[in-house]
């Protein structure tokens, strides 16, 4: 199961994205009769979030997200127009702002940023605690 969305440079955006996760559990729900942990649907949402908002704020054209589940896990991409890796600085409690990437990282484990002809794909897995139906 896949779903897509495509998205302009409005901050309106991450809030959009958010709303796409969370709907695409439900699906997952509906169509595969698998239940997932709030848990789950809320660590997605925070990394949908968080992805999203660095396409926005780090290039100037739209940005896909692609949520596909395989077997019990989802797989988000978000391409965006920037070739640009983006940076991990060093952990560090006093700085303000930038541990969008820090946090993904966190609870994903590890990203995967593809080179594109225009542009890149940052892709990250996110295991589900699948409840009983």
């Not at 966190?106 to 892709?123: D, E, H, M, R, Y």
Request: net charge negative; glycine share 6%.
């Amino acid at each position: 199961m896949r779903i897509s969305e495509v998205y302009g440079s409005e901050t309106t955006a991450i809030a959009e994205a958010r709303r796409l996760a969370s709907g695409f559990f439900g699906r997952v729900h509906t169509e595969r009769a698998l239940a997932v942990s709030a848990h789950a649907v809320e660590t997605t949402q925070l990394v949908v979030s968080e992805l999203v908002t660095n396409a926005i704020r780090h290039t100037t054209g739209p940005c896909r997200l692609d949520l596909e589940l395989i077997d019990h896990a989802v797989d988000i991409t978000v391409w965006d127009t920037s070739p640009a890796v983006p940076d991990v600085p060093a952990p560090d409690p006093a700085r303000v702002g930038r541990h969008g990437i820090e946090v993904v990282l966190a609870l994903c484990g590890a990203l995967q940023v593809t080179q594109q002809a225009s542009g890149k794909q940052i892709s990250v897995r996110i295991a589900l605690e699948p409840l009983p139906a």
